[in-house]
């Protein structure tokens, strides 16, 4: 059985940092990339950051230059790395595997960023 389990939320002042890990289980194979999405209150889920199996990394621009993705395949660990955090980046964080088949989900941990 697959599991990703998040961790590393919590509340930080704005300007602070945190480092979220997604450690994931299970047998997971035709992985195309790991990612982190967040979610605000009463708005979708969007994409933070993605890595690829060859460590290729994306962000949109909200984020860029202030969060960080990087993977330990030896740890089945993806982390993010956030910097210089704002209150805008208060959300509910996930973790997500993209295979060929499907995709698997983390339960989130809440990221709050005080003014």
């Known amino acids: 059985q697959v599991q990703l389990v998040e961790s590393g939320g919590g509340l930080v002042e704005a300007g602070g940092s945190l480092r979220l890990s997604c450690v994931t289980s299970?047998?997971?194979?035709?992985?195309?990339?790991m990612g982190w999405y967040r979610q605000a209150p009463g708005k979708q889920r969007e994409l933070v950051a993605i890595?690829?199996?060859?460590?290729?990394?994306n962000y949109p621009d909200s984020v860029k230059g202030r969060f960080t993705i990087s993977r330990d395949n030896a740890k089945n660990t993806v982390y993010l790395q956030m910097s210089s955090l704002k209150p805008e980046d208060t959300g509910v964080y996930y973790c997500?595997?993209?295979?060929?088949?499907?995709?698997?989900w983390g339960q989130g941990t809440q990221v709050t960023v005080s003014s």
């Open positions: 997500k595997v993209q295979t060929w088949g499907r995709d698997y």
């Open positions: 299970g047998s997971i194979s035709n992985v195309n990339f």
């Open positions: 890595i690829t199996n060859d460590g290729r990394a």
